[in-house]
C-alpha cells in the first residue's frame, strides 16, 4: 500500500506535506546545489514587501538553548525584483510556490498581492500578519483578530489561489486569530511563527540584538508549536500547516498527529539541508509501517487526550 | 558547494587553545580556495544548532585534504578541539568569495590577527606558488597565542605581540604605521582577524594609495545566502551578506 501524500488546500494540491519555512530558504536557489529542490511539497519565499527592505541593524542572530533568536527585519529585494529575478528560477520546480507577503499597512499588502497576481507561475499565499520583527509592521495585525477577518477578506477578494494565514504565537489565544482568518476566507492557517524572545549580553548590560528582541525558532520552540497546532486545529475546519522545530521526521509526525495537514521546517534547514528531504522520507516510512493511507487516516488515529 | 562527510586525518595542537585540524576533502566538491570557508555542523546534538563557519587554511591537492587552524572559543569549538583522527564531520563548502589574486606586476602584503592565520597563510602560500612577492604580519597579544611560530617566523613573517613577549612589541596596525613610507600603489593589501585591526589596514591602505581586501566575520545561521542573518554594513547604505558577497571584500565596499 503506497501512502497518498498530496493535500488539498483551497482550490489546488500540494505534491506532499512538507515544505520550507518563509525566511529561512531565501527565494529557493541559494539550496539549489545542496538539495533536489523537486522533492519538496512547497517553497514559502521570503517575505515579500512592496518595496525592497533593508532589514534590521546587525548583529541579527544569536544562538540560544536548542533555538536561535533573529532580528532580519523581512530583508527582502521587493516585489518589483521579486518577480523579475527570483520567481522564473522558483517556477520551473514541480514543488508548490508560495509567496509569503508582509506589509506595514492593508494597503501594502492588497499591493502586493495585486503584484503577484500577474505572475501565473504563483502558486498561492502566506500572509505574514505575524512577524515580531518590524514595528508597525504585521504584528499589529497579527494580534487583532478583527484586523486580520478584515484584511483576509480583502485580499481573498483579489485572488482565487490558496491562500495561508501566517498565525502568530504571540497572543494569549491563538485559536482566536485563526478563526479570524477563517471566517475572512482564508483557505489554511500556518502556526507558528517565532516567539519573542531576549539575550541579554551581561558583560555590555544590554540585549545582543540591536532591536532588544527577536524571534525564537528551532527545537526549543517545537512543544509550543505542536500545542498551538493541536488547539487549532480543532477550533478551525481549514487545514493547519505546522512550524516550528521540526528537525526530524518524527517531530513533523507529532503535528500531523496533533491535526496538521502539512508541516513546514526552517531552522532544521539551517542546520542541515537534508533535513526537509528525510523528514519527508520519514513520514512514508512510518505511514508503511503503520499502515496509514493519508494524512486524514493519521489525524484519525490520534488518541485525544 | 557541497555537503559531505569528511574524516579527520589530525587535530593538532598548535600553541595556547589553537588548533590545525586537518580532515579530507569530497573529490565531487570544488576546490578550496584562500577566503572562502566551508560549514561544520560540530554535534548532532541541537545544543549547539547552528553550523560554525571556518575558512581553509591550506589545501593538499595529492592528499585529498584541506585544514583549517581554529581557536577554541566557546561550547562549538570546544568540542572541535576533542575531535580525532578518524572522527567524521558534516562538512559544507566552499562557500563566499576567495580573496582575488593582485593585479601583475603588484606586491602582496598580508596581515592576519589572532584566527585571522587560516586563510592569511593560505593566501601566503598560493601567491608565493604564483611568484608574486609577499610580505606577510601576524599579530596576537602575547607569544604563548602565536600558532607555529617557529614555522611562521622561518617563513619570514613579522610577528607582533601587544606585550613585546616575542617580536614587534605592539599591534599589527603599530607595525604598518612603523613601514608606512615603504608601502605604496604597487602593494596591495589582504587582512583577517579582529574589527579594528582591520580597520586600521582599510586606513592605512587609503593613506598609501592601494587596494585592500578583508575577510570580515559575522555570526551566520544558514552560510548560504539565504536567511539574511549575516549582513555587514555596506559603503553606500545597506547592508552585504558575508556569507555570500563575502567574506572577503574590497575594503572600500564596506562602512567602517
Ligand atoms: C567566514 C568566517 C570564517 C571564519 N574562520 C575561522 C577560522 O579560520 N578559525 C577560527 O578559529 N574561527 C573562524 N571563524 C569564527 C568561528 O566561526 C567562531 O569562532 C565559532 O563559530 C565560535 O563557535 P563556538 O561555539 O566555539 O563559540 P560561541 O560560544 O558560539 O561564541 C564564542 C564567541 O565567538 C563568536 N562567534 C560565534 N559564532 C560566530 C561566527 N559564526 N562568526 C564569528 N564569531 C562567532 C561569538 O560572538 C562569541 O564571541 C570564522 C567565522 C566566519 C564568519
Ligand atoms: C532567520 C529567519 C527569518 C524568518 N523570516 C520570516 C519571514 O520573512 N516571514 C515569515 O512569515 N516567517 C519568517 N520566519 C519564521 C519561520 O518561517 C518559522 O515560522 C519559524 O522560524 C518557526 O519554524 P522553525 O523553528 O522550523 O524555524 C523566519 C525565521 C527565521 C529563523
Ligand atoms: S548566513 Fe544566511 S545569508 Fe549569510
Redesign the pocket.
Not at chain 1, 503584484?115 to 497579527?142: D, T
Not at chain 2, 597563510?121 to 612577492?133: G, Y
Given at each position: 500500500m503506497s501512502m497518498d501524500l498530496r493535500i488539498k488546500i483551497g482550490n489546488k494540491i500540494l505534491p506532499n506535506p512538507v515544505g520550507v519555512?518563509?525566511?529561512?530558504f531565501g527565494y529557493g536557489g541559494e539550496y539549489e546545489k545542496l538539495i533536489d529542490l523537486a522533492k519538496l511539497g512547497a517553497i514559502y519565499t521570503?517575505?515579500v514587501t512592496l518595496e525592497p527592505r533593508e532589514g534590521n541593524e546587525i548583529p541579527r542572530i544569536v544562538e540560544t538553548p536548542s533555538g536561535?533568536l533573529?532580528s532580519?527585519g523581512?530583508a527582502n529585494v521587493g516585489v518589483t525584483r521579486f518577480l523579475s529575478e527570483k520567481l522564473p528560477a522558483l517556477a520551473k520546480l514541480p514543488c508548490a510556490v508560495v509567496a509569503?507577503v508582509?506589509g506595514a499597512t492593508e494597503a501594502e499588502y492588497m499591493a502586493v498581492v495585486e503584484r503577484l497576481e500577474s505572475a501565473a507561475q504563483l502558486w498561492g499565499y502566506?500572509i505574514?500578519v505575524?512577524?515580531p520583527n518590524v514595528k508597525h509592521g504585521g504584528m499589529a495585525f497579527g494580534t487583532d483578530p478583527q484586523q486580520i477577518e478584515r484584511l483576509t477578506k480583502k485580499i481573498r477578494a483579489l485572488t482565487k489561489r490558496p491562500l495561508i494565514v501566517?498565525c502568530t504565537p504571540n497572543v494569549t489565544d491563538i485559536t482566536v486569530i485563526a478563526k479570524a482568518a477563517e471566517a475572512g476566507g482564508a483557505d489554511a492557517v500556518s502556526c507558528?511563527?517565532?516567539l519573542v524572545g531576549m539575550v541579554i549580553d551581561t558583560a555590555a548590560k544590554r540585549p545582543v540584538l540591536p532591536a532588544g528582541t527577536g524571534?525564537l525558532?528551532?527545537p526549543a520552540?517545537r512543544p509550543v508549536g505542536v500545542a498551538m497546532t493541536y488547539r487549532v486545529s480543532r477550533a478551525v475546519s481549514i487545514p493547519v500547516i505546522g512550524?516550528?522545530?521540526?528537525m526530524t521526521a518524527d517531530d513533523a509526525i507529532q503535528y500531523l498527529l496533533a491535526g496538521a495537514s502539512a508541516v513546514?521546517?526552517?531552522?532544521?534547514t539551517f542546520v542541515d539541508p537534508s533535513i526537509p528531504v528525510k523528514v519527508l522520507e520519514g513520514i512514508v516510512e512510518y505511514c508503511k509501517i503503520e499502515k496509514i493511507a493519508s494524512i486524514k487516516e493519521l489525524h484519525s488515529r490520534f488518541s485525544q487526550p | 558547494m557541497k555537503q559531505f562527510s569528511a574524516t579527520i586525518r589530525g587535530n593538532y595542537p598548535l600553541s595556547t587553545g589553537f588548533f590545525e585540524l586537518e580532515f579530507t576533502w569530497d573529490k565531487a566538491a570544488p576546490l578550496p580556495e584562500p577566503g572562502r570557508f566551508f560549514t561544520v555542523r560540530v554535534s548532532d546534538n541541537t545544543i549547539p544548532l547552528l553550523r560554525r563557519p571556518f575558512a581553509f587554511s591550506a589545501f593538499d591537492g595529492n592528499e585529498g585534504t584541506a585544514s583549517m587552524i581554529f581557536q577554541k572559543r566557546g561550547h562549538g569549538t570546544g568540542l572541535l578541539s576533542a575531535k580525532h583522527k578518524g572522527d567524521t564531520l558534516d562538512i559544507i563548502g566552499p562557500l563566499g568569495q576567495p580573496f582575488p589574486m593582485p593585479d601583475k606586476g603588484k606586491k602582496a602584503l598580508l596581515v592576519a590577527g589572532g584566527i585571522g592565520l587560516g586563510p592569511i597563510a593560505f593566501l601566503a602560500q598560493t601567491l608565493r606558488k604564483e611568484k608574486i612577492p609577499v610580505s606577510m604580519v601576524f599579530g596576537c597579544r602575547t607569544a604563548s597565542l602565536i600558532p607555529s611560530g617557529d614555522s611562521l617566523a622561518a617563513s619570514g613573517t613579522v610577528i607582533c605581540t601587544d606585550d613585546g613577549s616575542r617580536g614587534f612589541k605592539g599591534t599589527a596596525g603599530d607595525y604598518l604605521k612603523s613601514i608606512e613610507r615603504s608601502v605604496g600603489s604597487g602593494t596591495v593589501v589582504y587582512a583577517c582577524g579582529p574589527q579594528p585591526m582591520l580597520k586600521t589596514c582599510h586606513e592605512f591602505a587609503g593613506r598609501r594609495g592601494c587596494a585592500c581586501f578583508v575577510s570580515v566575520e559575522q555570526i551566520m545561521?544558514c552560510g548560504v545566502g539565504a536567511?539574511m542573518?549575516c549582513a555587514v554594513k555596506s559603503a553606500g547604505g545597506g547592508y552585504k551578506r558575508a556569507c555570500t558577497e563575502g567574506p572577503v571584500f574590497n575594503s572600500r565596499e564596506l562602512q567602517w
Amino acid at each position: 500500500m503506497s501512502m497518498d501524500l498530496r493535500i488539498k488546500i483551497g482550490n489546488k494540491i500540494l505534491p506532499n506535506p512538507v515544505g520550507v519555512a518563509s525566511g529561512t530558504f531565501g527565494y529557493g536557489g541559494e539550496y539549489e546545489k545542496l538539495i533536489d529542490l523537486a522533492k519538496l511539497g512547497a517553497i514559502y519565499t521570503k517575505a515579500v514587501t512592496l518595496e525592497p527592505r533593508e532589514g534590521n541593524e546587525i548583529p541579527r542572530i544569536v544562538e540560544t538553548p536548542s533555538g536561535i533568536l533573529n532580528s532580519i527585519g523581512l530583508a527582502n529585494v521587493g516585489v518589483t525584483r521579486f518577480l523579475s529575478e527570483k520567481l522564473p528560477a522558483l517556477a520551473k520546480l514541480p514543488c508548490a510556490v508560495v509567496a509569503n507577503v508582509a506589509g506595514a499597512t492593508e494597503a501594502e499588502y492588497m499591493a502586493v498581492v495585486e503584484r503577484l497576481e500577474s505572475a501565473a507561475q504563483l502558486w498561492g499565499y502566506e500572509i505574514n500578519v505575524s512577524c515580531p520583527n518590524v514595528k508597525h509592521g504585521g504584528m499589529a495585525f497579527g494580534t487583532d483578530p478583527q484586523q486580520i477577518e478584515r484584511l483576509t477578506k480583502k485580499i481573498r477578494a483579489l485572488t482565487k489561489r490558496p491562500l495561508i494565514v501566517k498565525c502568530t504565537p504571540n497572543v494569549t489565544d491563538i485559536t482566536v486569530i485563526a478563526k479570524a482568518a477563517e471566517a475572512g476566507g482564508a483557505d489554511a492557517v500556518s502556526c507558528i511563527n517565532t516567539l519573542v524572545g531576549m539575550v541579554i549580553d551581561t558583560a555590555a548590560k544590554r540585549p545582543v540584538l540591536p532591536a532588544g528582541t527577536g524571534g525564537l525558532s528551532g527545537p526549543a520552540v517545537r512543544p509550543v508549536g505542536v500545542a498551538m497546532t493541536y488547539r487549532v486545529s480543532r477550533a478551525v475546519s481549514i487545514p493547519v500547516i505546522g512550524i516550528g522545530g521540526i528537525m526530524t521526521a518524527d517531530d513533523a509526525i507529532q503535528y500531523l498527529l496533533a491535526g496538521a495537514s502539512a508541516v513546514q521546517v526552517g531552522t532544521g534547514t539551517f542546520v542541515d539541508p537534508s533535513i526537509p528531504v528525510k523528514v519527508l522520507e520519514g513520514i512514508v516510512e512510518y505511514c508503511k509501517i503503520e499502515k496509514i493511507a493519508s494524512i486524514k487516516e493519521l489525524h484519525s488515529r490520534f488518541s485525544q487526550p | 558547494m557541497k555537503q559531505f562527510s569528511a574524516t579527520i586525518r589530525g587535530n593538532y595542537p598548535l600553541s595556547t587553545g589553537f588548533f590545525e585540524l586537518e580532515f579530507t576533502w569530497d573529490k565531487a566538491a570544488p576546490l578550496p580556495e584562500p577566503g572562502r570557508f566551508f560549514t561544520v555542523r560540530v554535534s548532532d546534538n541541537t545544543i549547539p544548532l547552528l553550523r560554525r563557519p571556518f575558512a581553509f587554511s591550506a589545501f593538499d591537492g595529492n592528499e585529498g585534504t584541506a585544514s583549517m587552524i581554529f581557536q577554541k572559543r566557546g561550547h562549538g569549538t570546544g568540542l572541535l578541539s576533542a575531535k580525532h583522527k578518524g572522527d567524521t564531520l558534516d562538512i559544507i563548502g566552499p562557500l563566499g568569495q576567495p580573496f582575488p589574486m593582485p593585479d601583475k606586476g603588484k606586491k602582496a602584503l598580508l596581515v592576519a590577527g589572532g584566527i585571522g592565520l587560516g586563510p592569511i597563510a593560505f593566501l601566503a602560500q598560493t601567491l608565493r606558488k604564483e611568484k608574486i612577492p609577499v610580505s606577510m604580519v601576524f599579530g596576537c597579544r602575547t607569544a604563548s597565542l602565536i600558532p607555529s611560530g617557529d614555522s611562521l617566523a622561518a617563513s619570514g613573517t613579522v610577528i607582533c605581540t601587544d606585550d613585546g613577549s616575542r617580536g614587534f612589541k605592539g599591534t599589527a596596525g603599530d607595525y604598518l604605521k612603523s613601514i608606512e613610507r615603504s608601502v605604496g600603489s604597487g602593494t596591495v593589501v589582504y587582512a583577517c582577524g579582529p574589527q579594528p585591526m582591520l580597520k586600521t589596514c582599510h586606513e592605512f591602505a587609503g593613506r598609501r594609495g592601494c587596494a585592500c581586501f578583508v575577510s570580515v566575520e559575522q555570526i551566520m545561521a544558514c552560510g548560504v545566502g539565504a536567511c539574511m542573518g549575516c549582513a555587514v554594513k555596506s559603503a553606500g547604505g545597506g547592508y552585504k551578506r558575508a556569507c555570500t558577497e563575502g567574506p572577503v571584500f574590497n575594503s572600500r565596499e564596506l562602512q567602517w
